[in-house]
């Protein structure tokens, strides 16, 4: 089966600038996650849906990041502005609620933040 | 508050010797506790997972791990290390199987 699949892979902008990510995950997966990984620490989730509701964006900085997954399939993820502090990889996960309980996770995209 | 620490940030291993991976938690209540695997360039891939059950698990590509509750520690291992086990690796926990928390990771470097 395809995998959760992410674009960009790589993204340079400027500080102050907006930048959007897009995740197709694996096909009939309900569940999607957003995660900022930080060099050198481990994967922080941002937000987590449910089908086209989000279940938990308690870790989203809502003043800056949003996301949508609308129709339940594909999701976005914008940052306006971005901060330097933006840097990081930015990971999409997909489950199948309910099924061992295992996340699938795509490629990420690197983002610099200059 | 859920956390997870892994003390080391690196490992070194000679290929062909056994591998140990140390993981630890800290959760009120009963644990459900995940290995992830990070190649370069590549998303976290899934290893194992301790739900319930035996404490003994085994995953993916020969790895195995202990669930301790006594000692709160999940550590990873692996009999017999190969060059291509380098990676960085990751411990997580979550307590309703959805969020996870994850460990900083340890950098497992296995010398030829």
């Known amino acids: 089966e395809a995998g959760v699949a992410q674009s960009p892979r790589y993204k340079i902008i400027e500080k102050r600038q907006s930048v959007a990510f897009w995740c197709n995950p694996i096909?009939?997966?309900?569940?999607l996650y957003w995660y900022q990984q930080i060099l050198g620490q481990g994967p922080k989730l941002l937000i987590q849906f449910q089908n086209n509701g989000v279940v938990d964006d308690s870790q989203l900085p809502k003043d800056r990041f949003s996301a949508e997954r609308l129709k339940g399939v594909d999701s976005t993820l914008k940052i306006q502005p971005a901060k330097l502090e933006d840097s990081a990889v930015y990971l999409c996960?997909?489950?199948?609620?309910?099924?061992?309980?295992?996340?699938?996770f795509g490629p990420g995209t690197r983002l610099t933040v200059t | 508050a859920q956390s997870v620490a892994q003390p080391e940030d690196q490992v070194n291993v000679a290929e062909g010797n056994p591998l140990t991976v140390k993981c630890t938690y800290s959760?009120?209540?009963?644990?459900?506790l995940f290995w992830y695997v990070q190649y370069p360039n590549r998303g976290l891939q899934f290893l194992l997972k301790?739900?319930?059950?035996?404490?003994l698990v085994k995953g993916s590509y020969g790895f195995e791990a202990e669930f301790n509750k006594s000692q709160t520690s999940f550590h990873l291992k692996k009999p017999s290390a190969l060059v291509s086990d380098s990676a960085l690796y990751f411990c997580?926990?979550?307590?309703?199987?959805?969020?996870?928390?994850f460990g900083t990771g340890t950098r497992l470097q296995v010398f030829p």
């Open positions: 997580a926990v979550s307590l309703n199987t959805d969020k996870l928390i």
């Open positions: 996960a997909s489950s199948y609620p309910g099924e061992t309980y295992e996340q699938y």
């Open positions: 096909s009939g997966h309900a569940t």
């Open positions: 959760v009120s209540g009963n644990p459900y």
């Open positions: 301790y739900i319930t059950g035996d404490n």
